[in-house]
C-alpha cells in the first residue's frame, strides 16, 4: 500500500475520546455528537453535489489526528482593563463556562454545516476566546495568530452594545486544517471581523465561520484568501433579531493552481434585517474560485434587503472562476438583487488608463489594486487592512493585461 | 510641412468590421484650435479614439503624424507620453482607483526618467487645477469616474489636461451634457491652456462652446470624411442652417 510516511493518521473516535478525559461532561458530550455527525457525513471527492466543480486531484483532505492549535493574540492593555477577556478557549470553558457552553450548545440551521465542521467541532483542541460585556467600547483591534494546528477554534462573544475588531490571521503550515469560528453580536453590538487565510501553499484550509446576530445588531466580515493550496470557507450570517444588519466581504488573490471554494449564507429570520454581500477574485495563471451564495428570506422577514455581488477577475487565460446564486424567499415586501461577473480586467478601463501614459502592464496592476482597495475600504478599519494591501503588492508586481 | 502637430493623411478606420472613417485628412497646427463638428454618427468619435490608439478601431489605410512621426505603430500609452491626450465623450469608471491616485501615477508615467514628482509638486499640481475649474477637493479621494455626474465626469477629463499639460488636446464633446455655468467654468479651463506651443481639437455637436471658444479653424465632418473647412464663421452658419442642408449637398453631388 502506498502511504504518504509523513502524514499523520487520521482522526478517530479514540482521539475524540483522548481529549474528553479532563474535560466537563457537556463538553465531552458535544464533541462525540459532533464526531457521529463527521462520520455519518461522507468523504467528498469528485462526485460529491456541491464539490463536482473543483478538481481535488492531488489534494488530500483526510481529516488528520488532532494537533494543538498554536496561537498568539495582541490585545490592548487599557482594553484588557476595562473587561475585554481575551484567553485560551480551554481556558474559557472553565473560567466562563456558562457563556462557552451556551455558544457551542447552538443550533445551527445553517445549509453547509458538513464534514469538516463536523470534525473541526468534535476534535478542536484549544483555540481562542473573546469577550466583550455589554457596551464595551474596544479602543484597539484584537489581533490573534495561528500558526499550527489542525482545527483551530475561535470564538467571539460581543455582549449588547459592545463594539470591537478582531483580526484573525492564519499561517498554519499543517497539510490539512479546519476551523470554525462562532461570532454572537448581542442586540446593537457592532462587531467588524477580519479573516486572513495565508497559509502554507501545500495545505487545505478549511474554515466555517458562523455569526448569530440579536436586533439591532450590525456585523462587517472580511475574508481575505491569499495561501493554501485549496481553500473552503463557509460563511454563514443568521439575521436574528429585527434590524440586524451584516456586510460580508471577500478578497481573494489566487495564482498558480490555487483553488478557492467559498460558500456563504445570508440568512434574514427577522424584519427590517439587511445583508450586503461582495465577494470578489482576482485569479492568474490557472486558479479557480468557486462561489457558491444563499439568500434566505424568512416569511416572517418583511422589509428586508438583501443584496448580492460576486466578481471575478481572470488575470490569465488559464485561470477560472464559477458563480452560483440560489434565492430562497418567501416574505414578499422585500429587496434583494444579485448578480455576477466573470471576465479578464475590462478594455475599456485599460485603455483609459493607457491613454494617460501607463503602460499595458501599469495599467493592469492599477485597476486590480483599485479593484481590491474598494473592498478595503467597505471594511472600514484601515488598521487591520492596510497590511494586507502590502501583501498583495508583490503578487500584483506579476499582473499584466492579458 | 514638418511643422504641423498632427497630420493626417487618408485615413480609414474600421470599428466591428465597419469602415467609419474614409479617406480622411486633417491638419492641426501648435497654437491653435480647431473645431471638429458634425452630424452624430459621422465617425467623431471614432476618429478621436483611433488617434489614440483605441485597440478595437483598426487603422486599415492612410497615416497620423503626430511631432513628423508616424504614430500609427505606437501603443497608447506611448502616445499619451508623446504629447496626446484625449478628454473622452465616455470617461470609464475604475473602481478602487482614487482621482489623485490615479493622476498621480500618470503623472509617474510621463515624467519617468526625468525629475522626480515630488509630493509638494504634485499637490501643488491638484490644487492648481481643482481651483481653475471649480472642482470640489473632495474630488480627489472619489474613485476615477464612479459615480460622477455627466459633468463631473467632462471636468475631471479638463483636470486631467491640465494636470498632464498635453501638446495635443483631443476634447471629444466636452460640451455636451452641460449646463450654462459648467460650459463657461469648462470653456475657460480650455481657454486657459492656450499657449503658442499646444494644440486644441474640439470635437463638438454644437456651436455652444465655440461663444466662449473662438476656433481658428472648422472642419466638417460627415460620413468618416472632411467634407467643409473655414473659419469660425462656418460654425456660425452651421448653427444657424443645421448639417442638413450640407448632407443634401453631398447626395447630390
Ligand atoms: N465600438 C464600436 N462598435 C461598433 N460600432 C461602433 C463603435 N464605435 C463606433 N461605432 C459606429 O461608428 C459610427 C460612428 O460613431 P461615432 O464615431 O461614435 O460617431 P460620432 O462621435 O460622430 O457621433 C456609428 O455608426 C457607430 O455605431
Ligand atoms: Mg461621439
Sequence with gaps: MATNIERAPDVDRAAIEQLVKSEPDWLGDLRRAAFTRYEELPQPDATTPGWRRLSLEGIDLRAPRPAPTVFTTQVSAADRERGLVVCSLADAARSHEGDVRQALSIEHKGKSVGRYAAIAEAAWQDGVFVYAPAHFVAQEPVRIELSSGTYPRVMVLAGEGAQLTVAETHREQDPVSAGVVDLLCGGGAVVRYLHV??????????????????????????????????????VEVELRGPGAESDMLGLVFAEDRQQFDYRTLQGHRSPNTRSDLLFKAALDDQSHASYTGVIVIDRGAQRSDAYQANR?????????????????????????????????????????????GLEADAAARLIVEGFFAEVFEKFGNPAVTDSLRSAVAPHLGRVGAV | MADHLLHITDLHVSVAGNEIIRGLDLTVNRGSVHALMGPNGSGKSTLSLALMGHPKYTITKGDIKFKGQSIVELSPDERARLGMFLGFQYPSAVPGVSVANFLRNALMAHHKGSSPLTPAKFKQLLDNGIRKL???????????????????????EILQALVLEPDLEILDETDSG????????????????????????????????????????????????????????????????????????????
Excluded at chain 2, 228 to 238: K, Q, V
Design chain 1, 197 to 234: 487565510q495565508d497559509c502554507a501553499r501545500t495545505a487545505a484550509a478549511f474554515s466555517h465561520q458562523r455569526a448569530m446576530l440579536e436586533r439591532d445588531a450590525r456585523l462587517i466580515t472580511l475574508n481575505f484568501g491569499i495561501g493554501g493550496r485549496f481553500a473552503r470557507t463557509d
Design chain 2, 134 to 156: 471649480k472642482m470640489d477637493p473632495a474630488v480627489l479621494a472619489r474613485y476615477v469616474n464612479d459615480g460622477f455626474s455627466g459633468g463631473e465626469k467632462k471636468r475631471l
Design chain 2, 178 to 253: 452641460l449646463d450654462i455655468d459648467a460650459l463657461r467654468i469648462i470653456a475657460e479651463g480650455i481657454e486657459a491652456q492656450r499657449t503658442g506651443e499646444r494644440a486644441i481639437l474640439l470635437i463638438t455637436h454644437y456651436q455652444r462652446i465655440l461663444n466662449y471658444l473662438k476656433p481658428d479653424v472648422v472642419h466638417v465632418m460627415v460620413r468618416g470624411k472632411i467634407v467643409r473647412e473655414g473659419g469660425p464663421e462656418l460654425a456660425a452658419e452651421l448653427e444657424a442652417k443645421g448639417y442638413d442642408p450640407l448632407i443634401k449637398e453631398l447626395v447630390e453631388a
Design chain 1, 312 to 356: 471575478n477577475l481572470l488575470l490569465k487565460e488559464g485561470a477560472r472562476a464559477d458563480t452560483e446564486p440560489m434565492l430562497e424567499i418567501e416574505a414578499d415586501d422585500v429587496r434583494c438583487t444579485h448578480g455576477a461577473t466573470v471576465g479578464p480586467v475590462d478594455e475599456e478601463q485599460l485603455f483609459y488608463a493607457r491613454s494617460r
